[in-house]
């Protein structure tokens, strides 16, 4: 889902959707928060905007970190399935690139 479509729903108050990621729903909750603080009257609209602004900074990096880590998680499993053939094909080299890969030894 895009930032904007977010912002929308959560400037109107409205229901986290389905199906979001883990990043998306840290900036649906927390634009929701500032948006309700802003309309209550808890923050003034500066201090509002720069805390959005914070809050997409932040779901950024939460969102880049969140693909890099389903990214690694799918090439580990990946390589895992391989683990009985490449112990029994008897390559060391395949051997040691699969435990660095697997995390069981430093590369």
Not at 10 to 29: G, Q, V, Y
Request: glycine share 4%; net charge positive; with cysteine.
């Amino acid at each position: 889902m895009k930032i904007e479509d977010i912002e929308v729903l959560a400037s109107r108050n409205a229901p986290m959707p389905d199906k979001l990621t883990p990043p998306e729903i840290f900036l649906f909750l927390s634009l929701r928060a500032v948006y309700a603080a802003w309309r209550t009257g808890t923050v003034e609209t500066s201090q509002a905007k720069n805390e959005k602004t914070q809050v997409i900074r932040q779901y950024k990096e939460l969102d880049l970190w969140h693909r890099i880590y389903t990214e690694q998680s799918s090439m580990l499993r990946q390589v895992q399935r391989y683990s009985d053939k490449i112990r029994i094909s008897g390559c060391p080299v395949c051997y040691g690139l699969f435990r660095v890969l697997s995390g069981l030894e430093d590369f």
